[in-house]
């Protein structure tokens, strides 16, 4: 802490005090007048200064000029006569003010108590206090401050927070809620403090703990982010959720608080927005240890009024203990008394004065303190002869003083002269915080001009204080302000009239949005607010899809999704035309969101209204994109519905004489159908041709999915490496509300190459990943479960695989259920087979066939993602069971059948398995020539294609065939190769695996083992 005059430069929590005030400099303008205080008495020149505080960037001079302009106009400090900064013409500046150190930890310094003229707050003072002792032992602690506006919460938590501050080593940060739009936008306050701590001088380990624990935060402050480390960062939180976000902070938290306790400050809680309210929720439910206090103001009529969830979040934290609220009284006379005793200490005022405040006040600080003020501006109080005096009786001043507060604050106003009013009412447009930059334009004025008069206010304390000047984004600089209370605001802002209102808002919004970039997003809810109030609803539309995408970076879907609903009210207030564009794109986004939420039916009826909204307004290209999102939902719950809007928008697409667009929905269309109804070789034809148009017309705009769509289509006709190389490629490398899904598909493709490569033990690791990704960003795994319940079966663990699929459907899941279904039937149905070989139980077999034809049934199996893969293989299962029980005719038949549809399809490893069953088949019924023909078939197959699973069975039963017919040479040749495809699947698993060990264990592998016992089986056969 340095002293100089009646300022503290407190460096350990970046601000300076004056006596009872912060005054809020901001971090830039702290720095400049830090470093001329820790080398004050010397002269400082200007590139010193840039060398000091801009190392790595080039700074325009002038800039320095105007930071210490803003500076000296917060101290107070006058060109001409300057008691702090000298300026050094040509040369540079000088801090010439006396300098001294101090260091206090003692409670009883003066100093040290610093809003020295704070009354009647003893109570709330120690109720804090014994709540910050709690929490320095590390029980966390949550503390709501309540009471009607003007009645010293401000006040109090100031001065609570400036002892915290003075404690050695306490991290404090504030954040303030907004009202209007800040409500739109998630995390407000949390982003706020969050930025102060970043901005700290121990920043570095704030930065570090963010990097390491809560990734999703350190991504929302791009400048901290180094841009090579920007893509891993965005892959690690790929995916995450909003529960994943506040899980995160609250860790950070604890973290950063067992290196020193932090005191966290929460504004105005009544306008809070919902993630925000989350995430106190669980700061307040977690039973970690954490030495932290978070404060929270809020007016309880307020909360009421905008219906806000803080209440029964408060209630409910009441309830369990988890919070304290201390609830601010007005103020009893006495503590008036004792108000004027501090602000006139030696004073011959009329002992009646007091009383007369507070009946007029009715003890509302804030009115006592106008009263007090107007008394002294209107001349009843002066200061002569070294002392205040009374300069009329209190009965003539009586009847003057007004009868509300609003009205005091009014008078305030009307005192004012007509240019300093009119600045006042920009300024209580654009907001609490207004800088002269944005009213300048309001009111086409010179920046100049409006922050003298703004200082000059300042200066003579009225409504309005001076908050240090900014760098906007677009290099310039200029002063800011903020209304002393809300309340003064509010009632300046009431006076004006609707029209002028209007035309101030739209002026500010024009004004702010020169500033809206793509680093800048955050300003545009504030944009799309005063758009909104300007009746400027298109514009203010379009800043709320921005505002929208803003909330989704931080994995607030739902509060996105608020932000869009209002949007859709706008766009009914908008142009036909233009109304309609926006609303498609509003609903579209809305889809989007619902989509990342896992809400799959809200998603999908939110694209088919986009759908049908651009239909209605001719509005081609947008219909065919709604048209096409809509397949990624109903993809998932109704198949058939996804093909039929595909289908959709390739016809209206036809209509518009855009090849690049026919070509991408073609491929789409005819991929999905492939994928989702049936294989057809015309649509295998289609898809690809359309895939070889893109590339040929230079595509680069073919959205991820359509192309997972693709990859997906290559890796079932055998082509595993190019499907390999499209689904890494596939992986989302950027955060939007589409890419967790996207992730998911491309995830969900290269497993299905990788099994039918027989490359299990790497989909076990993707699968392992995949669930350890989905814990800790709070997502659903069904992905995964699925994965694990297919590689199960084809390590012959149908057990295990059964065992996967019940558990997924006895949990409670948003996702469609029809796949686990399937599978848990099948591998009960191999289950069943086992057990009928074994037991030579009958009974079992009819059970097999029972579950294999419910899969077959599309009643009882409606159609989900690659189902008439899992139809084929259940046929394959029935004749494997009719087989095995004797029935050579029904087996014969549904191994025709079988063979019949692999041969549609184009994938290698059905087609083998299909050969493989024709010649166990032939071989029952003795049929060597057949059975030696069908085995070819296969072994060809196998031999071209990288497909071990169907290989190893080709060969086994190759083996078994040329020992019937006595070729034992060529027996074992195939026996061999039948072991080293088993290998190579088994060789996938890391050693030591479970699932590589039942595997090698299998009896129908243990088989292929042990030739002398299956030789000795064929003989006793
Ligand atoms: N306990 C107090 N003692 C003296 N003055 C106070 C006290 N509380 C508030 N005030 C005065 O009232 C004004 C408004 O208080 P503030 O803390 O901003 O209210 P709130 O935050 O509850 O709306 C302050 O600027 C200060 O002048
Ligand atoms: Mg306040």
Same mark, same amino acid.
């Given at each position: 802490m340095r002293l100089f005059r009646s300022f503290r430069l407190d460096s350990a929590n970046q601000c300076l005090w004056r006596g009872e005030h912060r005054?809020?400099?901001?971090p830039k303008a702290f720095d400049v007048l830090r470093y001329l205080v820790e080398h004050s008495g010397r002269l400082v020149t200007q590139d010193e200064l840039l060398e000091a505080l801009w190392p790595e960037t080039y700074v325009n001079p002038e800039l320095i000029k105007k930071y210490i302009l803003g500076i000296r106009k917060v101290l107070g400090d006058?060109?001409?006569?300057?008691?702090?900064i000298e300026t050094l013409p040509k040369r540079g500046y000088q801090f010439i003010a006396p300098v001294t150190d101090h260091v206090t930890e003692? /409670?009883?310094?003066? #100093?040290?108590?610093?809003? #020295?003229? &704070?009354?009647?707050?003893s109570g709330p003072v120690s109720e804090l206090q014994a709540a910050f002792k709690k929490a320095l032992r590390g029980q966390r602690q949550i503390i709501f401050v309540a009471g009607e506006p003007g009645i010293g919460k401000t006040t109090l938590v100031d001065s609570f927070h400036q002892r915290a501050s003075h404690e050695a080593k306490v991290r404090t940060a504030r954040g303030q809620c907004v009202e209007g739009f800040g409500g739109k936008e998630p995390y407000y306050p949390m982003l706020d403090a969050l930025g102060q701590l970043t901005r700290n001088p121990d920043s570095g380990a704030v930065v570090q703990t963010l990097a390491r624990r809560a990734p999703t935060w350190l991504i929302? %402050?791009? #400048?901290?982010?180094?841009p090579e480390q920007r893509e891993a960062l965005h892959r690690e939180i790929l995916g995450a959720t909003r529960e994943r976000m506040v899980r995160e902070i609250c860790e950070a938290l604890e973290s950063l608080s067992s290196e020193a306790p932090i005191l966290l400050v929460f504004e105005d809680?009544?306008?809070?927005?919902p993630s925000t309210l989350d995430l106190i929720s669980a700061l307040a439910r977690r039973r970690e240890e954490a030495k932290l206090m978070l404060v929270c103001t809020y007016r309880p009529v307020d909360m009421i009024l905008s219906n806000s969830p803080l209440k029964g979040l408060k209630q409910d934290l009441q309830l369990h203990n988890l919070c304290v609220e201390i609830a601010l009284e007005r103020l009893p006379e006495p503590a008036i008394a004792e108000y004027l005793a501090t602000e006139f200490p030696k004073a011959s005022l009329p002992p009646g004065l007091a009383n007369f405040i507070y009946r007029h006040s009715e003890g509302n600080p804030l009115f006592m303190a106008a009263i007090v003020q107007d008394m002294m501006k209107n001349g009843s109080i002066v200061h002569d002869d070294e002392e205040w005096r009374l300069t009329r009786p209190l009965e003539t001043i009586d009847?003057?003083?007004?009868?509300?507060l609003q009205q005091m604050l009014e008078v305030q106003f009307e005192r004012l002269n007509a240019p300093e009013q009119r600045v006042l009412e920009a300024g209580s447009v654009e907001g609490e915080h207004f800088s002269a930059w944005a009213i300048a334009n309001a009111l086409a004025e010179k920046i100049d001009h409006i922050e003298d008069l703004c200082d000059e206010l300042a200066a003579r304390q009225q409504v309005i204080k001076a908050i240090g000047i900014q760098e906007l984004p677009n290099g310039l600089v200029a002063a800011h302000y903020e209304f002393r209370h809300s309340l003064y605001r509010q009632a300046i802002y009431r006076r004006l009239s609707s029209g002028r209102r209007a035309r101030l808002h739209r002026a500010i919004a024009e004004r702010l949005k020169t500033l809206s970039g793509p680093g800048r997003r955050d300003v545009a809810s504030k944009i799309a607010f005063h758009f909104e109030s300007g009746h400027e609803y298109e514009q203010a539309a379009r800043y709320l899809l921005l505002a929208a995408e803003n909330a989704a970076g931080r994995l607030a879907y739902r509060d996105c999704i608020q932000v869009l609903l209002h949007a859709l009210k706008l766009?009914? =207030?908008?142009e036909a035309y233009l109304g309609a564009e926006l609303e498609t794109q509003v609903l579209e986004f809305i889809g989007d969101a619902h989509y990342a939420l896992g809400a799959m039916a809200e998603s999908a009826a939110a694209y088919e209204a986009a759908a049908s909204r651009a239909g209605q307004a001719g509005l081609k290209g947008a219909q065919v994109s709604a048209l096409s999102s809509m397949v990624r939902p109903f993809g998932l719950i109704d198949p058939d519905r996804g093909i039929a809007a595909i289908g959709r928008a390739v016809e209206v697409t036809?209509? &518009?004489?855009d090849p690049l667009l026919l070509a991408r929905m073609e491929m789409l269309a005819a991929g999905c159908r492939l994928l989702y109804d049936s294989w057809r070789e015309q649509d295998a034809v289609v898809c690809q041709s359309a895939h070889d148009q893109l590339k040929e017309l230079g595509d =680069?705009?073919?959205p991820p999915f359509h192309k997972m769509i693709y990859a997906h289509v290559q890796a079932l006709q055998g082509n595993y490496i190019e499907a390999l190389e499209l689904f890494e490629r596939g992986i989302p490398t950027l955060n939007q509300a589409t890419s967790l899904m996207e992730h998911f598909f491309a995830l969900s493709g290269k497993t299905i190459a990788l099994l039918r490569m027989g490359r299990l033990g790497y989909v076990l690791q993707i699968v392992r990943d995949g669930r350890e990704m989905a814990e800790k960003n709070g997502n659903d795994p069904w992905l995964f479960n699925f994965r694990e319940a297919w590689l199960r079966m084809l390590t012959l663990d149908f057990e295990g695989s059964a065992r996967v699929c019940e558990a997924i459907l006895q949990t409670e899941t948003a996702y469609p259920v029809s796949q686990p279904q399937t599978i848990a039937r099948i591998a009960r149905g191999y289950t069943a087979i086992a057990k009928g070989f074994t037991e030579l139980d009958k009974g079992q077999n009819d059970r097999a066939i029972e579950l294999f034809n419910q899969v077959r049934d599309p009643q009882t199996t409606p159609k989900f993602f690659l189902h008439w893969n899992w139809r084929m293989t259940a046929q394959l299962g029935v004749s494997e069971a009719w087989l095995q029980s004797g029935n050579l005719e029904k087996a014969s038949f549904e191994a025709d059948g079988f063979l019949h549809a692999a041969l549609e399809t184009a994938d290698p490893h059905l087609q083998a398995l299909a050969w493989e069953m024709q010649t166990r088949v032939a071989i029952a019924n003795e049929d060597w020539g057949r059975a030696e023909d069908c085995v070819h078939k296969g072994l060809e197959i196998v031999d071209r294609f990288e497909v071990p699973v169907a290989g190893w069975q080709v060969h086994a039963t190759a083996w078994r065939l040329y020992q019937s017919r006595q070729q034992y040479a060529e027996a074992e040749s195939h026996r061999e190769r039948a072991q080293a495809d088993i290998f190579k699947i088994a060789d996938s %698993? /890391?050693?030591?695996e479970p699932l590589r060990e039942s595997f090698l264990s299998a009896a129908p592998i243990a088989r292929i083992f042990s030739p002398s016992a299956e030789r000795r089986r064929a003989a006793d056969g």
């Open positions: 005054v809020p400099l901001t006058q060109h001409d006569k300057p008691v702090y003692d /409670p009883q310094d003066p #100093s040290y108590d610093v809003i #020295s003229n &704070m009354v009647g707050r929302q %402050f791009p #400048s901290l982010v180094k809680l009544h306008w809070v927005d009847p003057g003083v007004p009868q509300s766009t009914s =207030k908008i036809r209509s &518009m004489q =680069k705009g073919t %698993f /890391p050693k030591g």
